[in-house]
């Protein structure tokens, strides 16, 4: 297995792109595949090495993409296959990678599978594509188990002939049976698919969700878990590491694997599994000093275990922008905690966003930005309810915020809505922007050395530039309780972080490479990161 030190994920900083909301070409208000060509120079400039795409196929969109009725076409809202082609070709020709998403616990109630499944009717093998079950009760009325899902409610919804079928997530997303032979190979179709038109990555959705026991039990009622982490699942990465290995090597599988064990963790990237797996840990964590090095120390020591490069992630489509969870008096994030009309300081938040992207960067291995981020967005929270999408709003009875906040499309120039998304004329965005987002333009941070556009540019050329960053060795520095120092590499480069309440005096240093916020003479005030020559 080839997972060399110079492997490119291993150091990689990798935009993730939520397509419907970066760029908007044909003027319907839902960014698009053309879009985003379109904006390419952008983010040559910024100096990312990768984008990740969020799902671009045919879908109904019930849950933004995320369920699938056509894994190997564009769904027409984003453009055509032809435009995903060109936008590979463009991307690798300013020195940009494609990462793609593929969901592989789940289709779309689109899906011809499905779609054939469901007329067949009860008992025809078309059905053990997917869970289908008949119900409990006397007439077959009741669910087949009470599991709940991550988007609150039941897991099962009843057909009209009396049969129920499993969806971990929304009722558009019938979750695949993944020990049929026909789904395993589908999916080993599907990665060659895109590998062959030279997608370098694939992100996998849900990872852990795949394998599930048959016996649908309830979770309290057997040791291993019926549909989580389940020891099965490993044999479904293992297999596509071994179709990914076809392509010479340098493709990668990056794993959405939300898993508080570390060690479970790191098992989803043994040599023979993925290359890589999103650090939640580190996002999900408060912005204090103890946990992080926490988080960092349990980071690097289960991946040293597997031979894997860690990553770092503030930001992506599902959470909270981390401008707005700074801001706020739990700076921790947990979706089962979101709620609406949170206080946020903005200022604060910024200024910590700031500081928390510095160390991300400054870490050992790659990082992950989500669009937006490199603007300061903050979280959009006052979205009126009846624009809102996203099916965990809806299924927790508009309890949960949902993620529609983050998904807000860009920004790029102007001082009116649409900001440059679409042109002047266009459709409306699909959700609105705030007019504040004046200020937040890449047409009005360009050029501003205090914005936080210019920074990103700033530090991610730092950081393409300074061979102990990216991969490779770090050690803690002395520092106090709420301070984090750390050197990297064999030369003298080091970041120090105050998160405490009060200003900090600064290693000795030759020279101050970069800090989040202006010092104070000597010493490191409060929220702030330094890089420093030593
Ligand atoms: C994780 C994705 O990131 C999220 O957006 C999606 O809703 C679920 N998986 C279900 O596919």
């Not at 490119?8 to 070409?25: G, K, T």
């Not at 979280?379 to 993620?403: C, W, Y």
Request: proline share 8%.
């Amino acid at each position: 297995m080839s997972d060399n030190a110079s492997a490119w994920w291993r150091n990689a900083v990798i935009y993730q792109v939520y397509p419907r909301s970066f760029a908007d070409a044909d003027g319907d208000g839902v960014g698009d595949l053309n879009g985003f060509r379109s904006r390419l120079p952008y983010l040559r400039d910024l100096g990312v090495d990768a984008v990740w795409f969020s799902p671009w196929y045919r879908s109904p969109m019930a849950d933004g993409g995320y369920d699938v009725a056509d894994h190997c076409d564009i769904d027409p809202t984003l453009g055509t296959l032809a435009d995903a082609e060109a936008l590979i070709q463009e991307a690798h020709a300013v020195g940009i990678k494609v990462i793609i998403d593929v969901v592989p616990n789940h289709a779309s109630t689109d899906h011809p599978w499905f779609r054939t499944a469901l007329a067949a009717g009860p008992g025809a093998p078309e059905r053990d594509l997917f869970y289908f079950r008949p119900g409990l009760g006397e007439h077959g009325e009741i669910a087949p188990n009470t599991w709940v899902s991550p988007f609150a409610g039941t897991t099962w919804t009843r057909v009209p002939d009396g049969e129920w079928y499993l969806h971990l997530f929304d009722a558009s997303q019938p979750d695949f049976n993944w020990r049929h032979p026909q789904v395993i190979e589908y999916f080993d179709d599907v990665l060659r698919f895109w590998f062959d038109r030279g997608v370098d990555g694939i992100r996998i959705d849900s990872a852990p969700l795949v394998d599930k026991d048959p016996n649908l039990p309830e979770v309290a009622a057997v040791e291993e878990h019926p549909y989580s982490d389940r020891d099965d699942a490993h044999i479904v990465y293992r297999r596509w590491r071994r179709v990914a290995e076809e392509y010479g090597g340098d493709r990668a599988l990056i794993g959405e694997v939300w898993l508080y064990d570390p060690v479970r963790f790191a098992n989803y990237l043994r040599p023979d599994e993925m290359h890589g797996a999103f650090n939640f840990e580190f996002l999900c964590s408060e912005w204090g000093a103890a946990r992080l090095r926490k988080v960092i120390d349990e980071t690097l020591a289960a991946h040293a275990e597997v031979g894997a490069a860690a990553s770092w992630v503030l930001n992506n489509h599902d959470v909270t922008r981390v401008v707005s969870r700074f801001g706020r008096a739990d700076t921790a994030f947990s979706v089962a905690t979101r709620r609406h009309d949170t206080p946020v300081d903005v200022e604060l938040g910024a200024r910590r966003a700031r500081a928390a992207i510095m160390l991300a960067l400054a870490l050992p291995g790659s990082v992950y930005l989500y669009q937006g981020e490199e603007l300061g967005l903050t979280e959009v929270e006052d979205i009126p309810f009846e624009l809102r999408t996203d099916p965990m709003f809806h299924r927790s009875n508009q309890v949960d915020p949902g993620r529609d906040g983050c998904r807000v499309p860009l920004p790029w120039s102007g001082d009116a809505p649409p900001f440059g998304f679409s042109a002047a004329d266009a459709a409306p965005p699909w959700l609105p922007q705030p007019a504040a987002w004046k200020a937040y333009s890449v047409q009005a941070q360009t050029g501003d050395p205090e914005s936080m556009l210019e920074f990103y540019r700033r530090m991610l050329r730092l950081r393409s530039a300074s061979p102990s960053l990216g991969d490779g060795p770090m050690s803690w520095l002395p520092a106090a309780p709420d301070v984090l120092a750390f050197a990297r590499g064999d030369d003298d480069f080091a970041c120090v972080v105050n998160l405490g309440g009060e200003p900090v005096e600064l290693p000795p240093h030759r020279e101050v490479i970069l800090a989040s916020a202006p010092l104070a003479g000597e010493r490191l005030p409060s929220d702030t990161t330094v890089w420093l020559r030593t």
